[in-house]
């Protein structure tokens, strides 16, 4: 007899959870998403990487750009992160210092050694290109949660990989985006794409992620990130390496006053 109630229950159990997930707004569905996305990638602690960015012009002509990066999660609050520009020589020590938040303004200073001194970057001109490239300062800054209402659009095969695509509007002030689509891959709750829109409604980039690997059993990391623009045919890639996790780092290895010794 308690065979049957055992299925009877687990029945009604599972008719529940269909219902209550077929009950979800697109909204709510959304939100689910960049909630389980933030949830995975939580933890890490800290991260260092080289990179190698490729800067090409309508004609296809091409610059190159090397620097590195230094990352440190902060609870209950964006990240900080550090930029240093290694080559070439016209911006060698060239150094740009990232504290993200939600919805209040990015914090960012940008340290210019031909000019010696630490210059804050305005949060009303997040939207100019960092260092001629087609990413954009906000673009730079990590991702928060709460920076972005969501809306669930449907599911898409991209690549061969199934993805939720999601609408994501910026909810703080001064993006240069009215909202962005964002295919994000069901197994790794990690972006394959992201389409930016202009604050006119028009498709401006696209930012395509490829070449994944994992790092500490936990966290996927893209090799290869480009990002096109539509509207004049530039393009920029940026190539990571070398990913270090859990190097010990500390908020004075962040401060603003350590920008211009930074190494």
Not at 62 to 74: C, D, G, H, Y
Not at 157 to 165: A, E, K
Not at 185 to 198: C, N, V
Not at 240 to 256: H, L, M, P, T, V
């Amino acid at each position: 007899m308690k065979k049957y109630v055992y299925i009877a229950l687990f029945t009604s159990l599972t008719f529940s959870a269909v219902c209550s997930h077929a009950d979800e707004t697109p909204e709510e569905k959304g939100m689910a998403i960049a909630r389980e996305t933030d949830r995975r990638d939580s933890g890490f602690g800290d991260s260092a990487y080289e990179s190698i960015f490729t800067l090409r012009n309508e004609q296809g002509e091409e610059s190159i750009r090397e620097f590195s990066i230094k990352t440190l999660e902060v609870k209950d609050d964006g990240d900080k992160e550090l930029g240093l520009f290694h080559k070439p020589a016209d911006v060698q020590g060239t150094a740009v210092l990232t504290f993200s938040h939600g919805l209040q303004p990015d914090d960012q200073w940008l340290y210019l050694p031909v000019l010696k001194r630490v210059k804050r970057i305005s949060s009303v001109n997040k939207s100019g290109p960092f260092v001629g490239s087609e990413f954009a300062f906000e673009d730079i800054a990590s991702w928060e949660i709460n920076k972005y209402t969501y809306r669930y659009l449907r599911d898409e095969v991209l690549d061969g990989q199934d993805c939720f695509v999601v609408e994501n509007t910026p909810a703080y002030e001064y993006s240069g985006y009215s909202k962005q689509i964002e295919w994000v891959d069901k197994a790794m709750y990690q972006p394959r794409k992201i389409d930016y829109y202009d604050r006119k409604g028009d498709l401006l980039k696209t930012l395509s992620f490829s070449d994944y690997h994992q790092y500490l059993n936990q966290y996927w990391r893209a090799s290869k990130l480009e990002m096109v623009n539509h509207q004049t045919g530039k393009s920029t890639v940026m190539a990571r390496n070398q990913y270090q996790f859990r190097n010990g780092f500390k908020d004075s290895d962040f401060a603003e006053n350590a920008l211009k010794n930074v190494q």
